[in-house]
């Protein structure tokens, strides 16, 4: 086993989902491992949330978000920041040849939390310490609502 450090609190993450099951599951995961998490529900909401709060070490955005639409907003996002904040899509979509968002993963729903955890940390990693790892409070799959 590596060394492993603690998630620092400025190891914020914004998640960035219209469902709102999706996005409380996966903020409690991320709590509970430690994480600052910074939720919202479209784009516009996200955006507001940067220039207002903290600057994310990681975000989760759904592929397929309301109003501005997650292409749109991904492009605003890295126009807005002096540097590029990783970005992990969520989605049901079953093919990602769509993905011209720059990702660095894509994530499947419904996610395990475990893959949920593992790719934040790996991302924060990039930009700071990470959490020392701990057993989940909760195994069940998130899953999109209908």
């Known amino acids: 086993m590596g060394a492993t450090t603690i998630v620092t609190p400025a190891t914020n993450v914004l998640i960035v989902d219209d469902d709102f099951q999706v996005r409380q599951s996966v903020a409690e995961i ?5 994480y600052t ?10 955006l507001a949330a940067l220039r207002l709060q903290a600057v994310p ?5 759904d592929l397929w978000l ?9 492009h605003r996002m890295r126009e807005q920041m002096a540097f590029r904040i990783p970005l992990i899509i969520m989605t049901a979509w ?13 994530l499947r729903k419904p ?10 940390d790996r991302l ?12 989940f409070a909760r195994r069940s799959r998130i899953r999109a609502t209908p």
């Open 66 to 74: 309301p109003g501005m639409g997650s292409t749109a907003f991904v």
């Open 57 to 61: 070490s990681v975000a989760i955005v």
């Open 124 to 135: 924060a990693a990039r930009r700071g310490p990470r959490r020392a790892p701990r057993p």
């Open 94 to 106: 079953p093919s990602s040849h769509r993905l011209d968002l720059d990702a660095d993963m894509v």
């Open 37 to 46: 998490v910074t939720p919202t529900s479209t784009g516009e909401a996200a």
């Open 111 to 120: 996610a395990e939390p475990t893959a949920i955890v593992r790719a934040v």
């Open 30 to 34: 991320l709590e509970l491992e430690g």
